[in-house]
């Protein structure tokens, strides 16, 4: 079987974790989804999967080949389309994650016209507060909120996120609105933990200098998702530290209030991460400079 169609074969596999769905797929009998897996073994020598009558998993040498086939066949279909002309070139695959808030509120209602330009283009769309593993997981590129660790993929900075302190009017009307740092002792916060049951380090806020400084606050609900925090600050449960780009359409209706605007928690960076490669497809390339042009109104440098 022709070499760039059996690594073709060996993605989907790997990516479905099963012969019978790949088969299905690529409309090609199981029989020939199996050999052609079987060939690529015997020509690199190593054994891609784990084969049992449940699962089918990646090997540790199966997810380095995985990754290599993926940028080949990439640079490839690049190759191809190279020529073609700029409006509606744009083909293959594209996988790319992002906070919830931000799919919500900014890509999702201006997706369809970049879809509609692209339409040869297939887009899956990941949005968690989880951060995944751009190159173990096949993502094109990440849209990221908060400091970045470090890591061997390229940042591209696109700014920053103001955040605001807030309130339901409904919690306001039972318990006052804080005036000082010191009302926050009668207040309650909303404590946003992405791993549950490690230690919440209170109200953030910047101090003179603008360094971050918490003080801590008494909180009965603690959340590990973006849309339980928000859920939970509408219900009543207590103050929470957002994006303003998140609170805007609450604040707008009335249903959220800020509070303590001279304390805003620092300002949060806003990134765009790739892996480090030789060249991006076409495709990638085309789809971050929408992002961040469609991003930058709502950012601060």
């Known amino acids: 079987m022709e070499q760039l169609q059996a690594m073709r074969i060996y993605l989907r596999v790997a990516e479905l974790a099963s012969f019978s769905q790949a088969a299905e797929q690529l409309s090609l009998p199981k029989a020939s989804i199996s050999t052609a897996v079987q060939q690529l073994e015997g020509q690199l020598g190593a054994r891609l999967l784990h084969r049992t009558t ?20 990439a640079d490839m279909e690049e190759l191809q389309s190279m020529f073609q002309q700029a409006e509606g070139g744009l083909s293959g695959r594209l996988r790319v994650d992002m906070p919830s808030g931000v799919a919500r509120h900014i890509v999702l209602p201006a997706l369809p016209a970049f879809l509609a330009a692209h339409p040869r283009l297939a887009l899956e769309l990941s949005s968690t507060d989880r951060r995944v593993d ?5 993502f094109d590129c990440v849209l990221r909120i908060g400091t970045l660790g470090d890591s061997s993929l390229i940042a591209r900075p696109l700014g920053h996120f103001r955040q605001i302190n807030c309130a339901s009017a409904a919690y306001l009307a039972r318990h006052g609105t804080p005036q000082t740092l ?22 953030e806020y910047q101090d003179a200098d603008g360094q971050p400084r918490y003080r801590a606050m008494p909180g009965a609900l603690s959340v590990n998702n973006t849309d339980a925090y928000m859920g939970a ?69």
């Open 134 to 138: 751009l190159v173990r997981e096949g």
């Open 233 to 301: 600050c509408l219900a009543g449960f207590g103050l929470i530290q957002v994006p303003t780009v998140g609170a805007a359409v609450h604040l707008a209706s009335g249903a959220l209030q800020t509070v303590l605007p001279d304390y805003p928690a620092p300002p949060m960076p806003v990134s765009l991460l790739y892996a480090n490669r030789r060249q991006l497809p076409r495709r990638v390339q085309a789809f971050m400079h929408w992002l961040a042009e469609l991003m930058q109104p709502h950012l601060a440098s």
């Open 54 to 73: 449940r699962k089918v998993q990646m090997t540790q040498d199966g997810q380095a080949y995985y990754e290599r086939c993926r940028d080949l066949l």
């Open 182 to 203: 010191d009302d926050l002792d009668q207040h309650q916060l909303i404590h946003y933990q992405p791993t549950l049951g490690s230690k919440a380090l209170g109200f």
